[in-house]
C-alpha cells in the first residue's frame, strides 16, 4: 500500500510553496506580498506536518525507517529552518532556496512512491531510534541552509563579481547545526551498543558520518583560527554538504554499504 493521500498533500504544498519562491524572487517589494508568502510557507508546513502525523499513526511506528521517510523530515524542517532564518535577518533568498531544496526532496517522493510496512526490525525498537534520527535531521537541515549560505555568496563572487558578507549567517547556522550533529553522533553510539553491543564499529555509514562531522569541524576551526579568510570557508561549507549528502543516502549504493548493519535504512 502507497502512503495514504500523499500526492494530494504533496501537491498542495508544491503549489503553496512554489508560488510563495516565486513572490518572494519577483513579487516581494511590497509588505503585503510578502506577507501573502510567508503566509503560504506557514500553511505548507502545517500540511506536510499533519501528514507525516497522519502518516505516523498509520503506520503505527515512526515514519523514520528508510530513505524516503527521512526526506520527509527534511523537507518539513528546511522549510521550518528557512521561515525562522528569513524573520531574523530578512534574507528572502535564503527562504526561497530553502523552499526549493524542501520541494526537491519532496518531489523525489511524489515521483517515486514508497511501499509501507508497519514492521520495524528488532534493531530500531529501540528508545534510541526517534532521538538519533529527528536530531540528525535537523542537524542536516541546518547544515544545507549554511550551504545554501555558501554556494548563494561563492555564485555572487566568482560569477557576478559581488561579495556577500553571509559568513556570520552561516556561522550561527553551522554552530547550531554542529551541535545536532554531535548530538546525533552520541545518540547513534548508544543505540549502536544496546542494538549491536558495540558503540562504534567503522561500519561505512559510521565512517562517513563522521566524516561529516569532522568536514563541519574544519569550517569551525577556520573561523576561529582565521576569520579574516572568506574564500576557503566557503568552500569547506560548500564541500561538507557533499560529504554530507554521500552519508545520508550517497553510502547506500556504495559496495560496501550491502555488509553494512544500517541496511534497514535502504530503500527508495
Not at 111 to 138: D, G
Not at 189 to 211: S, V
Not at 258 to 263: A, C, D, M, P
Request: charged share 10%.
Amino acid at each position: 500500500m502507497n502512503w495514504i493521500n500523499f500526492s494530494i498533500y504533496a501537491e498542495i504544498c508544491g503549489i503553496l510553496w512554489l508560488a510563495s519562491i516565486v513572490i518572494l524572487l519577483f513579487k516581494s517589494k511590497k509588505p503585503v506580498y510578502t506577507a501573502i508568502a510567508t503566509g503560504m510557507v506557514y500553511v505548507g508546513i502545517l500540511v506536510l506536518g499533519s501528514f507525516i502525523v497522519n502518516l505516523w499513526l498509520t503506520l503505527d511506528r515512526p515514519p523514520m525507517r528508510t530513505l524516503g521517510e527521512t526526506r520527509l523530515w527534511y523537507s518539513f524542517f528546511l522549510s521550518i529552518i528557512g521561515i525562522v532564518v528569513y524573520h531574523r535577518w530578512k534574507y528572502k533568498w535564503l527562504l526561497a532556496y530553502s523552499l526549493g531544496m524542501a520541494l526537491l526532496f519532496l518531489m523525489l517522493n511524489y515521483f517515486n512512491p514508497e511501499i509501507h510496512s508497519k514492521s520495524l526490525m528488532p534493531a530500531l525498537q529501540s528508545p534510541w531510534f526517534v532521538p538519533h534520527v529527528i536530531v540528525y535531521i535537523f542537524a542536516y537541515a541546518l547544515l544545507a541552509a549554511s550551504s545554501l549560505v555558501a554556494v548563494y555568496s561563492l555564485f555572487h563572487e566568482y560569477f557576478l563579481n559581488q561579495k556577500k558578507d553571509v559568513l556570520p549567517i552561516a556561522d550561527n547556522l553551522v554552530y547550531i547545526g554542529f551541535a545536532f550533529l554531535t548530538l546525533g553522533l552520541l545518540f547513534g553510539a548508544l543505540w549502536a551498543k544496546e542494538a549491536w553491543g558495540h558503540y562504534w564499529t567503522w561500519d561505512p555509514k559510521e565512517t562517513w558520518a563522521f566524516l561529516t562531522w569532522l568536514m563541519y569541524l574544519v569550517y569551525i576551526h577556520f573561523r576561529h583560527s582565521k576569520p579574516h579568510l572568506t574564500k576557503g570557508p566557503l568552500w569547506t561549507l560548500s564541500l561538507a554538504f557533499v560529504v554530507l549528502l554521500i552519508a545520508w543516502f550517497g553510502i547506500n549504493y556504495l559496495p560496501s554499504a550491502q555488509f553494512s548493519v544500517h541496511t534497514y535504512g535502504m530503500g527508495n
